[in-house]
């Protein structure tokens, strides 16, 4: 009789346990940069505690070094400021993206953001399904009441960053890595192009797109094509795939041959050191999700806006950690284009 107690005990705890995984939620909330899980969820008493702002990443991942990174920590300032609660869901792949998304939705969060051109989709058909939820897309335009858009003028930063490559390559030889060939980031080999083209017509920039975000071992293989060809400045828009654009640079460092890469989205000198990082194409994508969603704390959330941030809003540009590798005259030089490109002088196409 005890041993049958004693079983059907055992047998009731598995089945109990068993319940409990079955109903855990996917939720990510362990913050990347150094953060202890729980400090992106304090509240109190201050205006934004009652809130809870979401973010679905695309498949570049939270810690891509990149724009899901800055989205991210830009949503835990906003928790240190406001007092608002953030999460966010990793997408793994884009099948991800529409149960991610209602994931936070049906949960009634606040606000959902969803970062990446590639969600575009996605955020659209969650966005007409769900016309209460309140919505932001970086990179892409969805157009419905309960969605703000953000986008970048990633052409007239590249540009800046294609004349500072146009005069400081030794050997007339550029490369560009992107990710996925997608609008967004063919604006950015548009500008880029065009940059290097403006102060250096005898250059050569040779494109390889690795189609994908998430792949550092591709990246690391198109440099080192690159590379061997001579090129010795690349410039990559490619989120954590560039990382391998990085990785092939510092290895080269340690032969002994020195070559430069031009980082994106965020100062990658910070990340990646000096000694290989030229300059970076900064796209200002923590002020964007810091804006709208301090926006909708002061209860003056626009659905149905969309944003354009180029130089003239200071939304891309180059890093002030630029000065460490850039010479002095090639800055003023970037800053004459700026100037020219803000004033409409120059008109920089987007393909």
């Known amino acids: 009789m005890k041993k049958w107690m004693s079983a059907s005990l055992i047998l009731m705890l598995t089945f109990a346990l068993a319940l409990s995984g079955c109903g855990s939620k996917p939720e990510t909330t362990t913050p990347p940069a150094g953060e202890k899980p729980g400090d992106a ?12 702002i979401g973010m679905i990443t695309d ?3 939270v810690n891509d070094n990149s724009f899901n990174q800055s989205a991210w920590e830009a949503l835990q300032k906003l928790n240190k400021d406001t007092g608002a609660n953030v999460k966010y869901l990793q997408s793994k792949n884009d099948t991800e993206f529409i149960p991610n998304l209602n994931q936070m939705v049906k949960s009634n969060y606040s606000l959902t953001w969803g970062i990446g051109f590639i969600i575009g989709d996605a955020m659209k058909t969650v966005a007409q399904q769900n016309p209460n939820a309140k919505l932001g897309i970086i990179d892409n335009v969805v157009e419905a009441p309960n969605v703000v858009s953000v986008t970048f003028a990633e052409h007239e930063g ?38 290097v083209a403006a102060v250096n017509p005898n250059a050569k920039v040779t494109i390889n797109y690795t189609g994908a975000f998430d792949k550092p071992d591709l990246g690391k293989a198109a440099a080192a094509t690159i590379y061997n060809d001579g090129a010795d400045i690349v410039f990559h828009a490619a989120g954590a795939t560039g990382d391998g654009v990085f990785n092939e640079a ?11 890469v031009i980082g994106v989205d965020k100062d990658q000198s910070l990340t990646f050191g000096d000694d290989v990082t030229l300059t970076s194409m900064m796209k200002r994508v923590d002020t964007a999700v810091y804006q709208v969603s301090n926006d909708l704390v002061n209860n003056n959330f626009q659905g149905g806006k969309v944003l354009t941030l180029g130089l003239k809003e200071n939304g891309v540009g180059l890093p002030e950690t630029s000065k460490k590798n850039v ?9 004459e284009y700026k100037q020219k490109i803000i004033s409409g002088e120059i008109k920089v196409l987007t393909q």
Do not use: C, H, Q
């Open 250 to 260: 510092k290895d080269r460092l340690k032969n002994n041959k020195k070559v430069w």
């Open 327 to 335: 010479p002095e005259d090639v800055l003023k030089k970037v800053e």
């Open 158 to 195: 590249s540009y800046l960053t294609g004349v500072v490559a146009g005069l400081m390559t030794k050997t007339n030889k550029i490369g560009f890595v992107g990710g996925m060939e997608i609008p967004v980031i063919k604006r950015f080999e548009a500008g880029f192009k065009a940059g």
């Open 59 to 61: 498949v570049g991942g």
């Open 41 to 52: 969820a304090a509240g109190g008493d201050k205006p934004g505690s009652k809130l809870t």
